[in-house]
């Protein structure tokens, strides 16, 4: 298994250009998470979906759109970079989750940087 | 809204060395959780804690949930320079809800 795969590793955008970061899993996962990794900062939830067609904000959502069309993927669009979304990013998958943990399972990250 | 405080920032050790660091949290929770992230990677799991006082080890790894509930703690055994990266501490409150610190970051000399 491949397990969470990101795509592209590193981007930089101009301000207002619009991008898609993409994320996909081999594990069967019907929950799946995007969040940003700001400097010296935690994990923050940005989107999240509970299986195919389904999804909800997180604690950061704005600026951002995501859709789930799949229960392998998970993109996140940006429609109009702003230097604000400079960060890391990355995604995750678990398996239903519920009052029970269950592992997430992050990818390596996607590193954007807007100028 | 819910944080987690976690301390230190940073920490810099001599290969050999133990080392601790916790995390406390505003709020109960029923699941603690310890991460560690290597450079360029996401961050993977060490250790789950589900209950109140539960004290678990993974290697040379020890975790423990705090009794309150509202913190725990990381201690790594004899540090090796493979030991190197970011730990965080998170909760999860169950549905999607995980609460992330803002991370422990390591740097072992040899």
């Known amino acids: 298994n491949a397990g969470v795969t990101q795509t592209p590793k590193f981007r930089i955008l101009k301000i207002g250009q619009s991008m898609t970061l993409q994320c996909a899993q081999d594990?069967?996962?019907?929950?799946m998470y995007w969040y940003r990794q700001d400097p010296g900062m935690g994990l923050k939830l940005i989107y999240y979906?509970?299986?195919?067609?389904?999804?909800d904000k997180g604690e950061v959502p704005n600026g951002y759109n995501v859709s789930r069309s799949t229960t392998e993927d998970f993109p996140l669009r940006l429609e109009l970079a702003a230097p604000s979304q400079t960060s890391v990013y990355f995604c995750?998958?678990?398996?239903?989750?519920?009052?029970?943990?269950?592992?997430?399972?992050f990818g390596p990250g996607t590193r954007l940087t807007v100028l | 809204g819910q944080q987690l405080n976690q301390s230190p920032q940073s920490m810099f050790i001599q290969e050999g060395e133990d080392v601790s660091m916790n995390c406390t949290s505003s709020s109960i929770f029923n699941t603690w959780l310890w991460y560690k992230q290597e450079p360029g990677e996401g961050p993977v799991l060490l250790i789950a804690?589900?209950?109140?006082?539960e004290l678990t080890s993974n290697g040379r790894l020890t975790a423990q949930f705090g009794i309150t509930r509202k913190d725990s703690f990381l201690n790594i055994s004899a540090s090796i320079p493979n030991d190197v990266g970011i730990y965080f501490c998170a909760e999860y409150s169950g549905t999607y809800k995980y609460i992330f610190g803002t991370g422990t970051r390591l740097k072992v000399l040899a």
């Open positions: 594990m069967n996962h019907n929950y």
């Open positions: 804690l589900y209950k109140a006082g």
């Open positions: 979906s509970v299986g195919a067609g389904i999804t």
């Open positions: 995750a998958s678990s398996y239903s989750t519920g009052q029970v943990y269950n592992e997430q399972f």
